[in-house]
């Protein structure tokens, strides 16, 4: 038995929460119910990887510790897929019962056939055919196939980062809280692939040791990943949905002759000018469809053809005009900025910063000196 290190403290640490959060996440009511069933078993896996690791350093000769660490590899193959299989229930509607084809998991099915074949030798024996090299080439070829099959996933689960956040531009006048948190998930998990594929390179190309890139670096980095987890999905509320667009929009006039267009972008204007509807914080394309009497299909067609905008900018452009507005009047003599870009209808500070220099080209403290000066 080896001595309990500072790196078995914060595996054990890591083991301990994802467990933890694995049970608290299925805890909470009506938060991205069916994705947050997939995050439980990502956080599992994450924690039987640990507790391979674990119980093979601190009990080196032990069978069993043995075993599991030999098993951690197959879970290695399920990480990819349950990964995108999050992403895409957690972020697109009508795709909440979405499963993956069974050949995702296949590369799964054979580790876990070639885990049963190492049952036919013994610990000691296994060492000899390791260090005999007899063993170099099954292993070569599960550690690229680990790589390819988790970079191909991670790569995956990037398009749809993408996608939804195209997607909300279409749908939504403000930016959801969870594109921070699946980026920081998203870049985490490259963080680990990348230090995964510099240790190949240094061991079975350049036959060298950086000291700087080793083993526990990787296994410090998953317990990171648990905490991450842990610190955004137990506070996310449930999100809006994007749809999921497979196929290209048409470009057509959506079913709407000259006569149709002239009015529903009369009334549109007289809604944003009059009713200022775009003060609502959580203003969707949905919601304006519905008060123009209008499909979301109609709508988006009317904003992205005739008006040259998303529903995003769409909508915040009259939000960065009421703010502009209100500077005017001197109203941020005796409010903040922030108080009131929000009285202007945007739900956060970074939102309201990058929509007010798309359309203004400077940044609000800026112009508000620039106004003072004039």
Same mark, same amino acid.
């Given at each position: 038995m080896q001595t309990f290190r500072g790196i078995d403290f914060i595996v054990f640490l890591g083991i301990s929460q994802?467990? #933890? $959060?694995? %049970?608290? &996440?299925?805890? @909470?009511?009506?938060?991205?119910?069916?994705?947050? /069933?997939?995050?439980?078993?990502?956080?599992?896996?994450?924690?039987?990887?640990?507790?391979?690791?674990?119980?093979f350093t601190i009990l080196e000769r032990e069978i069993a510790s043995f075993r599991l660490a030999l098993f951690v590899d197959v879970l290695v193959f399920i990480f990819g897929p349950l990964l995108y299989l999050y992403f895409r229930r957690l972020l697109f509607?009508?795709?909440?019962?979405?499963?993956?084809?069974?050949?995702?998991?296949?590369?799964?099915?054979?580790?876990?056939?070639?885990?049963?074949?190492?049952?036919?030798?013994?610990?000691?024996?296994?060492?000899?055919?390791?260090?005999?090299?007899?063993?170099?080439?099954? #292993? $070569?070829? %599960?550690? &690229?196939?680990? @790589?390819?099959?988790?970079?191909?996933?991670?790569? /995956?689960?990037?398009?749809?980062l993408r996608a939804y956040i195209k997607a909300e531009k279409k749908n939504l006048s403000y930016t959801q809280d969870v594109r921070k948190?699946?980026?920081?998930?998203?870049?985490?998990?490259?963080?680990?692939?990348?230090?995964?594929?510099?240790?190949?390179?240094?061991?079975?190309?350049?036959?060298?040791?950086?000291?700087?890139?080793n083993y526990n670096i990787i296994w410090i980095l998953i317990p990171t990943f648990i905490y991450i987890v842990g610190f955004y999905s137990l506070k996310q509320p449930d999100i809006f949905r994007m749809p999921l667009q497979i196929k290209p929009q048409s470009k057509s006039h959506e079913g709407l002759d000259l006569k149709q267009i002239q009015d529903l972008s009369?009334?549109?204007?007289?809604?944003?000018?009059r009713q200022k509807i775009y003060l609502d914080h959580q203003l969707t394309l949905v919601d304006l469809a519905k008060t123009l009497e209008i499909s979301t299909n109609k709508m988006s067609?009317?904003?992205?053809?005739?008006?040259?905008?998303?529903?995003?900018?769409?909508?915040?452009?009259?939000?960065?005009?009421?703010?502009i507005e209100k500077i005017h009047?001197?109203?941020?003599?005796?409010?903040?900025?922030?108080?009131?870009?929000?009285?202007?209808?945007?739900?956060s500070k970074s939102t309201f910063n990058r929509a007010f220099k798309m359309f203004v080209n400077d940044t609000p403290r800026e112009y508000v000196k620039k106004t003072e000066v004039l």
């Open positions: 994802g467990v #933890f $959060l694995a %049970i608290a &996440i299925q805890m @909470i009511q009506n938060r991205n119910r069916l994705a947050n /069933r997939i995050l439980s078993w990502i956080l599992i896996i994450a924690a039987i990887m640990l507790t391979g690791r674990f119980f509607n009508k795709q909440a019962l979405y499963t993956l084809h069974y050949v995702n998991f296949v590369p799964a099915l054979l580790m876990f056939l070639y885990h049963i074949w190492t049952y036919q030798y013994s610990y000691y024996e296994f060492l000899v055919m390791y260090h005999e090299g007899r063993l170099k080439l099954p #292993f $070569l070829i %599960i550690e &690229i196939s680990g @790589i390819v099959f988790n970079l191909y996933f991670l790569f /995956r689960c990037f398009q749809l948190y699946l980026t920081i998930f998203l870049w985490v998990f490259a963080v680990f692939l990348s230090l995964w594929i510099v240790g190949f390179i240094q061991y079975y190309v350049l036959d060298t040791y950086l000291s700087f890139v009369q009334k549109l204007e007289e809604i944003m000018v067609w009317l904003l992205n053809n005739i008006h040259k905008m998303s529903f995003y900018d769409y909508v915040n452009k009259y939000r960065v005009e009421a703010f009047n001197g109203e941020h003599r005796h409010h903040t900025l922030l108080a009131l870009s929000i009285d202007s209808g945007f739900n």
